[in-house]
């Protein structure tokens, strides 16, 4: 069962996500919040697999809900995704850089909000599409200074292959297909590129590779390929 918490200053947007994921056999909201201080005393008392948390509230917005979630150790298991009205803005970096672990717009339909739910307890990257493509153009126009170029050194080949991957989007079963190794073996290729890097997630690890430059914008562009 996939427990989730809903964070939203909206009461109908809470009762929308509510009655959609309630209805599904596997997923559980276990409790709701209004602001981000109250997110994360629920966060600790239900302990959820994904929390659901808008960027925008009073009180403690959901950046900084984000930051606190993630410099929880107890909340570790936590995947926090941000939901937002506008797609890119000047904060999206700064959550995915605070801990979140994907973005999803308002507006998403039914069907793509509980498979993002599910994605993200599963611990892969969840990026919207239209925020994936203007991340995009903000690092063509904008690239940012980073130290992931150096630690990337660190990293052997396959796994420098297997962090391309997971910046152009795919699953860890599509990793796996496109290098042809066994699942594990390519959760353990990230894994150990997430801990020589210092990620906290594989939000952070897409990140790492836009900022080093690791991946370019041609192949990104592209897309995911494979199954």
């Known amino acids: 069962m996939i427990r989730v918490l809903l964070v939203d200053d909206q009461p109908l947007i809470r009762s929308g996500f509510r009655a959609l994921l309630d209805l599904e056999d596997d997923i559980e909201v276990v409790a709701e919040a209004g602001d981000g201080t109250r997110a994360l005393a629920l966060a600790r008392e239900h302990l959820p697999d994904v929390?659901?948390?808008d960027?925008?509230?009073?009180?403690t917005d959901g950046i900084e809900a984000t930051r606190r979630i993630a410099a929880d150790p107890a909340l570790g298991g936590v995947r926090v995704v941000i939901l937002t009205n506008y797609g890119l803005d000047e904060h999206v970096l700064d959550a995915l850089r605070a801990g979140a672990a994907g973005f999803l717009v308002k507006d998403i339909v039914p069907e793509d909000l509980l498979?993002?739910?599910r994605v993200a307890a599963r611990g892969d990257v969840l990026l919207a599409p239209s925020i994936t493509r203007r991340l995009l153009d903000r690092y063509v126009a904008q690239p940012l200074p980073t130290a992931a170029g150096t630690a990337l050194r660190e990293l052997t080949n396959r796994e420098r292959e297997a962090v391309t991957l997971v910046a152009r989007g795919l699953s860890t079963d599509q990793i796996a297909g496109r290098m042809t190794i066994s699942s594990l073996t390519a959760k353990t290729h990230v894994n150990r590129a997430m801990t020589k890097l210092?990620?906290?997630d594989r939000a952070q690890l897409v990140v790492m590779a836009y900022e080093s430059g690791l991946v370019t914008p041609r192949a990104l562009l592209?897309?995911?390929r494979g199954s």
């Not at 960027?55 to 009180?59: A, F, L, R, T």
Request: glycine share 12%; hydrophobic share 55%; proline share 12%.
């Open 115 to 117: 498979h993002a739910v």
């Open 55 to 59: 960027i925008s509230m009073p009180v």
């Open 198 to 200: 210092g990620a906290r």
């Open 222 to 224: 592209e897309g995911p």
């Open 51 to 53: 929390a659901l948390v």
